[in-house]
């Protein structure tokens, strides 16, 4: 019986650990900022796993550890500010609904771009390196340089202003604390992202052979699937995902800059590590932990805000070495 | 075994190399449809080479793979397995996060279960009924094996490889097993069975091949090997004589 209760402590211990440190923080911060914080915590977590789902998954199916997976997100923000300067109409207007349609025009521009770029990146670079993986570090690194530098071509090197539309900006009202109009929006457009795609992971027959891949390529092949056409489409999947995070990202900041997916890039590599390599769930609740500590810490202890989060990837690897959610080996 | 029209697969000449090392020195081989084909020998004698070379896992650097009549040689893994042929690993190759109805529903046709056959599979295999829920990775080794086999058959196959299903399990397990793979046979599936166990050889095995050292060294009928106790010890030594 104690065996048991040890067991079933070890299964769920990972998922308590987010509600945890979300009451635990309450008390030492007071109830006013703590829903601000939280809200921001868990909008800046959703909005990292958007880039990191992506880097999961291709890593957990393909093996392959994208260095040039921040490219994508760069990608995606450029193209948010490209469409959204002729659609200034609609985003000026106080009319949510126009506000909204901008958004969502951006975001699946984002992602048809980056999935495109990411397309041609798989054929031309990530072809030649499968199963190398000191060529395919060497190989992401260069590219991740050519295509920022590309981006500086294309759209100058100046940062530029990405405006929140005119009903996002401001804040709400919950009781006495603010909440950022934009941020409940990002929340909101994140969390549907993230169900359909766990939809997508557990109730269709092409999710079903992509969580098999993650443990077992070699015998999804010997099933009869083709992994190579499946490892293209996760491939462009995860880096349109990286172009709605990027899109996201940029329009929370207002600014993007050629620079705007390398700041995500330290933070996106501990969630994959906190989660585990390869895993959706697990980088969902790294996503998440390092959105809230960071916000948490931020407040609690500013000068800690910056090591807070290697500190929380160091205790949960003292606590599971092999991340919250390890997938199997290849 | 002589080259006969009935054959399924046919092996000739084939050679194959995994990093520097070649393993099959030219495998010669038929297994005959609707007929359990065993293929024995000691380990590191180059069976499961010589499967996984079939499945196209591993390529042939020479040599002709035949399966009714079509060459495998320039065909990928998933075109073999469209084929018909069907392969259980030595590991057996369970994802352990999906569920036993997930394992299941991998080998499906897009159309997903066809109740016919479910039916079959579940009858053979009650014990799957109980466990179809829960994670393959829960599952106990011998359990772990039926799935495995299980999710072979779960559509009609022209072709069963089975690498060493015996391995590891307790002899309840293994006399289970055995009820199986009878079944199957009298189903008049073709089977490719590598097994160190001679005792599951001989109440399966319609036709023999014995390998060693990457060629095949000898073939007959199951029924003379096991009637010629001199033969046995010649072909399969200590290996197969602890077994038995």
Request: hydrophobic fraction near 55%.
């Given at each position: ?203 269709t027959r092409l999710g079903l052979v992509v969580r098999a ?118 | ?110 159309r997903g279960f066809a109740q016919p056959n479910l039916d ?46 015996t391995k590891g399990l307790s002899p309840a397990m293994v ?70």
């Open positions: 019986m104690k065996g048991s209760w040890r067991d079933l402590l070890r299964r769920w211990a990972p998922y308590a650990l987010t509600p945890l440190i979300i009451l635990v923080a309450l008390p030492a911060i007071g109830a006013g900022p703590w829903l601000t914080l939280t809200v921001a915590g868990l909008t800046m977590g959703i909005m990292l796993f958007l880039v990191a789902s992506g880097l999961t998954l291709i890593f957990g199916l393909m093996d392959v550890l994208n260095f040039a997976h921040a490219a994508f997100v760069t990608v995606g923000a450029y193209v948010t500010v490209t469409v959204l300067r002729p659609l200034v109409g609609w985003t000026t207007q106080t009319s949510l609904m126009l506000n909204l349609l901008a958004l969502l025009v951006a975001l699946i521009a984002a992602a048809v771009a980056s999935g495109a770029l990411g397309f041609v990146f798989e054929r031309l670079i990530i072809r030649q390196v499968y199963g190398a993986p000191l060529r395919q570090i060497l190989i992401t690194i260069g590219a991740l340089t050519v295509i920022e530098q590309l981006v500086i071509v294309i759209w100058g090197p100046e940062a530029l202003v990405l405006p929140k539309p005119a009903s996002l900006r401001g804040s709400v009202f919950i009781g006495s604390s603010p909440i950022e109009t934009y941020r409940l929006a990002a929340l909101a457009v994140g969390l549907a992202v993230a169900l359909a795609m766990h939809l997508f992971l557990r109730r891949g993650v443990e077992n390529r070699e015998m999804v092949q010997a099933l009869g699937y083709h992994i190579r056409r499946v490892f293209i489409g996760v491939f462009m999947a995860g880096t349109a995902l990286a172009g709605m995070g990027g899109m996201m990202w940029g329009q929370y900041q207002e600014t993007v800059n050629s620079q705007i997916g390398d700041s995500m890039t330290i933070l996106v590599f501990i969630i994959l590590i906190i989660g585990g390599l390869g895993s959706v769930g697990g980088c969902f609740i790294g996503a998440i932990l390092v959105g809230l500590t960071t916000n948490y810490v931020g407040f609690l202890a500013p000068k800690l805000a910056l090591g807070s989060n290697i500190l929380l990837m160091a205790a949960i690897l003292l606590w599971q070495p092999r991340g919250l959610f390890p997938m199997a080996e290849h | 075994m002589t080259a006969g029209e009935d054959a399924m697969l046919r092996l000739e000449g084939v050679h194959t190399d995994i990093g520097r090392y070649r393993i099959l020195h030219g495998v010669d081989l038929i297994a005959r449809r609707g007929r359990v084909t065993m293929l024995l020998g000691r380990n590191g004698a180059g069976k499961t080479t010589t499967l996984r070379t079939i499945m196209g896992l591993w390529r042939a650097r020479q040599g002709q793979i035949v399966f009714d009549g079509k060459s495998l040689a320039a065909l990928e893994t998933p075109h073999i397995a469209r084929l018909g042929i069907a392969y259980v690993p030595e590991n057996m190759g369970i994802f352990g996060k999906l569920t036993v109805r997930e394992n299941m529903l991998l080998a499906t046709a897009p079959r599979v579940l009858d053979s295999f009650p014990m799957l009924k109980v466990k179809w829920d829960s994670a393959a990775g829960s599952l106990s080794g011998g359990q772990k094996q039926m799935l495995a086999i299980a999710r072979a058959i779960i559509e009609p196959r022209r072709l069963l490889l089975i690498d060493e299903p006399g289970q097993l055995v009820g199986a793979l009878l079944r199957l046979k009298a189903e008049q599936t073709t089977i490719l069975l590598v097994e160190q166990n001679f005792h599951v050889a001989e109440a399966v095995g319609d036709d023999f091949a014995v390998m060693d050292e990457g060629r095949i060294i000898h073939t007959g009928a199951m029924a003379a090997l096991i009637a010629d106790k001199a033969l046995q010890h010649r072909l399969l030594g200590l290996s197969m004589a602890a077994a038995v």
